[in-house]
């Protein structure tokens, strides 16, 4: 069955760095476009960036362009989300999603804060 496992999130300062990954099981990983999402309290579900299979495209949202960078590894069946000068605003709990599904992951809980 198909599974994805969000890890890497965590408490961090304003400024600062996390680095998010998705292991992705039971699906042909390398064939499928893959996306970020998150969820802020009392927020909708929002989509933060998408890859395509082979990684060629990525497309961001305007709030986390050119901090934010997608990636994946295919041999390793996981995609990563780089997040970099993070604000309190990017507080949310990050989804992974194989696109277009109704597949995803659990969450990891990133926390924003001084």
């Known amino acids: 069955q198909v599974q994805l496992v969000e890890s890497g999130g965590g408490l961090v300062q304003p400024g600062g760095s996390l680095r998010l990954s998705c292991a992705a099981s039971?699906?042909?990983?390398?064939?499928?476009?893959m996306s970020w999402h998150r969820q802020a309290p009392g927020k909708e579900r929002e989509l933060v960036a998408y890859?395509?299979?082979?990684?060629?495209?990525?497309n961001y949202a305007d709030s986390v362009k050119g901090r934010f960078t997608i990636s994946r590894d295919n041999a390793k069946n996981t995609m990563y989300l780089q997040m970099n000068s993070l604000k309190p605003d990017d507080t949310a709990v990050y989804y992974c999603?194989?696109?277009?599904?109704?597949?995803w992951g659990q969450g990891t809980q990133v926390t924003v804060s001084s």
């Open positions: 039971g699906f042909t990983f390398s064939i499928y476009s």
């Open positions: 890859i395509s299979s082979a990684g060629g495209f990525t």
């Open positions: 999603n194989r696109r277009n599904s109704d597949y």
